[in-house]
């Protein structure tokens, strides 16, 4: 059988266009020195855990961002981007160059990104399948980096019925989310265990870390 036919038998679905996985772009090196990074911010601003809109229901994923601007949810504000951390009240920490200069380098946008959401996922935790609407820059690319454990990602596409192929990232993938692929519905099926390369720093514990960097505003003409 050809390679791409197996590939869908097994995916049901074909990845969408404008989707890049840059498989084990940052070495075992680069990916400590990322995680020294973010270790430090998550002491500026705390891991948080945030809330769906109107039921008030926690994610199992904890949060936190650096950048101008970072993602939040909670049961009376519902998704947004805010300038500050919703329980210390200060600005976020500042992007680490690295995070900006992989923006620079894979997207090509014309714009710095505003916000990198860090996500954390324990053993156990999941995404379920959902389409990153809050950032009025509709036709900026999204970049996620992802570090610790092995998690299986599944992509769809518009709309939340469409078939959905899964991909599964290890520590040091990048995966640019660009063109159609920027709209399409996805999520975290489940973490593996024990299978990061560089593990997570002791204080933020065991499991998988996710840094999206995002464009929320359109840049200025
Ligand atoms: C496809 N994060 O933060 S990263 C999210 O692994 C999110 O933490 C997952 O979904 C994670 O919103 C998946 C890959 C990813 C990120 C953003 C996307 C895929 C995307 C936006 C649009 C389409
Ligand atoms: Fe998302």
Not at 16 to 26: C, I, N, S
Not at 36 to 53: N, Q, S, W, Y
Not at 114 to 130: D, K, Q, T, V
Not at 195 to 208: C, H, Q, S
């Amino acid at each position: 059988m050809p390679h791409q036919a197996m590939e869908r038998r097994k995916n049901a679905a074909a990845t969408p266009p404008g989707l890049r996985l840059y498989r084990g772009l940052l070495g075992v090196t680069e990916q400590a020195r990322l995680l020294e990074e973010i270790a430090a911010i998550v002491r500026a601003a705390p891991l948080f855990t945030p809330r769906m809109p109107n039921t008030g229901r926690p994610f199992s994923v904890r949060m936190s961002n650096c950048g101008a601007l970072g993602w939040v949810s909670d049961r009376e504000g519902g998704y947004r981007y805010q300038p500050r951390h919703p329980r210390t009240g200060r600005p976020w920490p500042p992007m680490p160059q690295m995070l900006r200069r992989l923006w620079g380098e894979l997207t090509g946008y014309p714009a710095p990104p505003e916000a990198a959401l860090i996500n954390h996922y324990p053993p156990g935790a999941r995404m379920g399948l959902h389409v990153d609407a809050d950032e009025q820059a509709r036709d900026a690319p999204v970049l996620s980096i992802s570090l610790g454990d092995a998690a299986t990602f599944r992509i769809g596409g518009p709309r939340r019925r469409d078939p959905t192929a899964s991909v599964r990232l290890h520590g040091g993938d990048v995966l640019l989310l660009g063109g159609a692929a920027r709209h399409c519905h996805h999520g975290i099926d489940r973490i593996h265990p024990g299978t990061a390369a560089v593990p997570l720093p002791e204080e933020i514990g065991p499991g998988r870390l996710n840094i999206t960097l995002r464009r929320v505003t359109p840049p200025a003409q």
